[in-house]
Structures are given as structure tokens and as C-alpha cells.
């Protein structure tokens, strides 16, 4: 994968960034929730958080602009701990047990405390209001009736089951042959494995797997994998279990409508399931009014289909996904991207005067699902480019960060709010995060180091893919006096002459913020290293810094365009420029 070369500033190309390394969380926070508090899963379900493992995905919301979105997100990290509890209830029904420090989001989208010590003003009240998604559900368990519905709901939505009657001969006699057929075949997986599952978990039935050429919405042809089985055997008893219609029966309701869904259903906004068998769609509203869900019936105007949407909105919409759980997980992700509106009204605030054991979930995010409510954790801190802990303190390793998947195709910046490479990082913790780096080598990695010369240690740990830069201020000693503990601007360049020696085009320098320099010898630095490109920024942090005149930047700007070497500038240089 080549390097990117794209102008602008190292924030502007640079897609995620990650730090592997800081202190103590300055905000100290020990938010808690009892332990059967219900968490929002990425695929729609629910689990309760003393279950929750780190690297689960599950909902949370990001900030665009003005407004809030659900999205996925990561589960980076649990706590554990002691608390006296505190009995929050909303009028829509929920209940939850936390800590009295415990943050939600009201519904002007600031994070509030539910009862701490005297203070008022950032405390829950009675005319608060908390923001929520749903009413939550409780936790269901694939029964076995949960089972048979499903497989009733999928093989009588996406299944094939028949006899075939073949008109045979020989040279006596005129005879039909009958053939059994069951084949199910579907674009996700996730409904061919659950089928598969359940036939050999009820009917104790095999099946075998193979190719089914379909064609996609776009034209294109597709291979799924499809089960079959062709046995006088298992068409008989896939038969006598998807005949009768269990619809009173709650499990059994649950997992048709799952199956349904899954094989015949669609979710954009709008939960809809549809087909063209009367019976399978009056089963559908049966098993609906079983569960106390509303619904409607449309006629779609391009077929001769029936379509059966449910109402109630968007909790609705999730409570569908909680009670029933099906389980092709690419239909939930359309909540992902849906604005964050709904709140629910405070009703009681209760001291319950019993220690409980309470968790705390660390999510990309900072916040998560609890119980249908908008919870936040301050662990850590998320930008458009990924996690951002704010530490300070004494320098460790943050163990959480290794378990993120960085994928492929990103161009990560490592340690954004660091150095790896400074003085007195453990080499154990450096070699941890390169190698952690390597484990995704389709991605561009970019390292920046104010001690190059150390990072030359490592030169063969790095990724295969990667950029390494560092900042010279200006050429002068003098200049810096007292102003950093790193090496000298001479120590840096010579590293940096090393390490173009060893990987050409694959090094950057940053000249930020720009102090006074020699033209000549800082110029002359440069075209030795023949970096990929360097980056000119000014001081933005009113630091009193000895800066260069407008005329020795255009000098330098000249002199490095005309080595053929790229300059990206900085918008903050503009100061310096007028």
C-alpha cells in the first residue's frame, strides 16, 4: 500500500489516531451500575453488564455539529467496585440501581449527576429529564419453543420444502419417483448457521452445506453458502414442526417473528415484513398482538405483496430487536446514524441504604446504553480520529488500547498526545505498541518523535507500512535555551540523516512552532534528509517564542521548493506572513 502524499496539515489526511500511553485520568471518575443492568448490544440484543467483556460492541452516541447520533462502538475497558445504591425510576417504567455520582444525558444533551453530596446544579431532578432509546426488556433465552418458531418463521419465509414428482421408466414398467426436498438459501450467513443449529438442536437433522448462485439487488451474481437435505426422514419431521401455529405461545411468537424478520424482513427507519402467503402474514400478526406490538398492513403498489410495518416509532423499533432477537446483524445497523431524541421524564430518586457490587463500562465513545437510558463513562474521550484519553501523572501503558482492532486501510497516527520515543519509556511498552501495529499491516502508520535517535533502536520493529517524522524548531541551541528538555536540533537531523539512509521517502520533518534559524544551515538540514515533505506551523499558544521575520520563512519556503521537496503550511502561519 503506498504512502499518502496528500497536502495539508497531518490533521487533514490522517483518518484515526491513537495514544498507547499516559497517566492518571484527571476526572477520577467511578461511575457504577448494578450489575443486572441491561446493556444495548450492537446487534440489538441485551446483556447485563456484569457479563460484558471487553471488545463486546455495543451502542453508544457520537456528536456531529449540533445534534447526537447512535453509532457502534468498542468496549475498551470494565470496573468493578463496591457502592451504596441509588434507585433511579422514570415515567416510562425503567428502573435502574447506580451510584449517586452516576452521569446521565438529560435531554439538552449535558451529562448530569444522579445525586451528589449537596450540589443542585449538575444533579438530576424531578423535572429532569433523562434521554433514552427505549423501555428496556428483559434478557430472553433461546428456548426450545423459541427454537421451533424460528424455524418455522425462516424455512415458511426463505425455505424450500417439497415432494417432486419424477415420471420414471424401465423395460417393464411406468412408475413416479418422489423426491423430498429441503433447502434453505439466503445472501447472510448468520440465517443459514441458526437454521442449521436449531434442525440439529430439535430434529437432530444434518444438513449439508453448498453453493447457491443467487442474484443481488444490483445484478450481480452471488455464491452464499445454502443448506440442504433430501431425506424422506427429515422432510417428515421439518413438516410435522412447522405445521401447527403456536401464536399464543409467547416463545413460540418470538422466534417466528425472529425468523420472519430475518428471511422476509427489512429495517430502514421502518421495521417492515412482507410476502405474498396470506397465511404466513396473518401468522405475523398474530404472533404481534401475542407480544402487544401495533402494526399495520400495507399493499405495496409495485407487487402483488402485502407489507406489515410496525408502528411506535423508534422504541418500539428496539424493542422489537430486544424481545425478538434475530440474528442478521447488518438489518440493526441502520439505527446506527439515527439522531439521539427521546428523553424520559425523572418520577423518583431513592436512597436504598444497601452496598451492592457495581460496574463501569469503558467504551470509544464515553458513554454507552444502560437500561435503555443514555449512561456516560469519562474514562476516555473519542475524536473523529479514534480514542483520546486525556492523561496526566506518572507515564504507564494503557491496556485497553491493545485490544482495538485497528483494521486496514486507515492512516493511524500512534501516540498523537506523546512520545514513545522520549526518555524514559519502557522499552517493553514500545515494543508492545509496534508490535500491536503489525498485527494490522494494511494500514499507513505515522510516528512522530522529538528522539529519532532512540527510535533508530527499533528501526526493524516498525509496521510495514509507516512515516516517521520529528519537529526541528530551528538549528539553534541558543534559541531553544530552556524552552525543552528534548535533544538538540543537530542531534535530531543527524538521526534523521540514519533514518533516511534506511528508509528513503519515508521520513517527515515538522517545523513547528518555527523560531528564529539560519536560513543556510536549516535549508541545508533539510535537502540532506530529502524528507517525503515538511510541515511550517507558527506558535499558537502565545508562548513568547524568539520567531523568524516574514522574509527568512520565504527564503526557506524558496530554497526547500526549489530541492523539489513538498511544503505544507499551516493556516497558523499567517501571523507570521503579513
Known sequence: MPLVKSKGNMYSWTTHMHTHLGGQCPHKCSYCLTGDTLILMANGSQKPIKNILVGDYIVGIERKGRYSYYTKTVVLNKSKTRRYSI????????????????????????????????????????YCSISCISTPTKVYKDTEKYKQGYLCGAIKGDGHLAVHNYLRKDKKYKYYEHQHHFRLACKDSEIVDTVEYYLKSVLNLGCKRFEFPMMDRSGKIIKPIAIRNHTTEAYNKIKQLISPILTSNTEWSRGFLAGAFDSEGSYNNVIRISNLDESFLSTIEQCYDTLKFRYIRENKSKSKAQVIRLLGGLSEQVRFFETVNPKIQRKF????????????????????????????????????????????????QRNRFGVNPKYQGDLRIIPQELNVNYGSDKIIF????????????????????LEHCCKYPNNQYIFQTKNPENALLYKHNFPKNFLIGTTIETDSDGVLFGKTQAPSPIDRYIAMLEWAYYYPEKTFVTIEPIMAFNVAILSGWIRGIRPLFVNIGADSKFSELDEPSKEDIEELIRVIKDADIEIRVKSNLERLMK
Request: glycine share 8%; aromatic share 10%; net charge positive.
Open 414 to 433: 500512534i501516540e498523537h498526545m506523546n512520545d514513545m520515543f522520549a526518555k524514559g519509556v519502557s522499552r517493553n511498552w514500545i515494543m508492545e505498541i
Open 333 to 380: 445497523s441502520y439505527l446506527f446514524g439515527t439522531q439521539v431524541k427521546n428523553s424520559t421524564p425523572i418520577r423518583n430518586i431513592s436512597y436504598t441504604n444497601r452496598i451492592k457490587t457495581m460496574y463501569d463500562l469503558t467504551t470509544e465513545t464515553g458513554n454507552f446504553i444502560a437500561n435503555g437510558l443514555i449512561s456516560h463513562n469519562c474514562y476516555v
Open 87 to 126: 434507585k433511579l425510576e422514570t415515567t416510562n417504567g425503567t428502573v435502574v440501581e447506580c451510584s449517586a455520582d452516576h452521569r446521565w444525558r438529560n435531554n439538552r444533551g449535558e451529562y448530569v449527576h444522579t445525586i451528589k453530596g449537596n450540589e443542585t446544579t449538575h444533579n438530576l431532578g424531578k
